[in-house]
């Protein structure tokens, strides 16, 4: 895949997007619709994404293993390096959200594979994402939404929508319950989303996956964070992928039979085994917000052989908004 997108391309795949909801229960959502209240919820920023807006771009080296090789015949477990593009960001569509806040990490990749296939992936510092369907995640978008006049959500309407929707409130208290990470490089992104593994025979094993920085995670004390200030961890990641310590241990949890796995706000039970896949190791990071992430939409459901998607209706939702939102920061003139 091109690590910039013509126009032309850009509508190819909108239509490719439009193609993959036609089928499915979420084509009742419409896309620019949702996009819409992503820029009223969060603030609308020209050329800069609508979700994890403050960002930056990196290259990284992708190897597999055995235990990889075992669970998929995906080229991604061959145990040659593959070439990786990286990119880390702060939730939201805020490019100036402040560092220290108790908030989401993302860890978005694309795995640029033999034969010109191409695995995307969005990971997130959180084991459960925000809303189980994208019904869901447009209601609480419009809930808390910031009225006209007050300037401020409507307190009745999101209270509204938190009492009929308790399952999206797990995230926000997760984050509540953790410190501040001390960097990009030292904080578990979790996959969220169940994915099959497919072997030579066809056999599939289910699971759910989370990068695990090698030599555990880090964080800082309330007060460390305030003294960091709102703008530190892109130079922090600059400095620890100079001194070649950032890596991650991609690791699968797996699923058993009966496992809920058509829904990204409930984790699998913390007593399923986890196996090791391979290992990701971060080279070089952008000297500022220019890069080849600039144009990648970093879409969860452009897959290799040998790794399918489940049922759970927010990864089939992701493409349409996601090439909306990519062809107004063309528009705008794209930035990091």
Known sequence: MNNALSMPAWMTVVACAAATLGSSASAQVDPTRMVDAFERAGGKFEGFRRSGAKGVCATAEFVGNAQGRELSVSSAFSGQPVPVLA????GGGNPKAPDNGKSQRNMALQFDLPGNETWQ?????????GASSPEQMLARLEAVAPDPETKKPNPEKVKAFNDANPDTL?????????????????????????????????????????????GGTQS?????????????????????????????????????????????????????????LG????????????????????????????VEPSSDPMLAAR??????????????????
């Not at 400095?239 to 409930?266: E, H, M, T, W, Y």
Request: proline share 7%; with cysteine; net charge positive.
């Open 279 to 306: 290992r990701l190791t971060i080279k070089s990071v952008a000297a500022d917000s220019t890069g080849p992430c600039v144009a990648i939409n970093f879409n969860p459901m452009v897959l290799p052989k040998g």
């Open 220 to 276: 800082l004390t309330d007060e460390e964070a305030q003294a960091k200030g709102a703008d530190f961890l892109h130079a922090d990641l600059r400095q620890r992928v100079a001194a070649g310590v950032v890596a991650f241990d991609f690791n699968l949890q797996l699923a058993q039979p009966d496992d809920k796995l058509d829904s990204a706000v409930i984790p699998l039970p913390q007593d399923r085994k986890k196996v090791t």
């Open 87 to 90: 990119r880390f960001s702060i």
């Open 319 to 336: 493409a349409a908004p996601y090439a909306v939102s990519l062809g107004r920061r063309l528009g705008e003139g794209p930035k990091q």
């Open 121 to 129: 992936m969005g990971n997130i510092s959180a084991p459960v994402f």
């Open 170 to 214: 797990l995230q926000g208290k997760y984050f509540a319950s953790q410190p501040v990470p001390a960097s990009f490089g030292k904080v578990n992104y979790w996959g969220v989303h169940a994915f099959a593994f497919v072997d030579a025979r066809g056999k599939k094993q289910f699971g759910k996956w989370i990068f695990e920085p090698v």
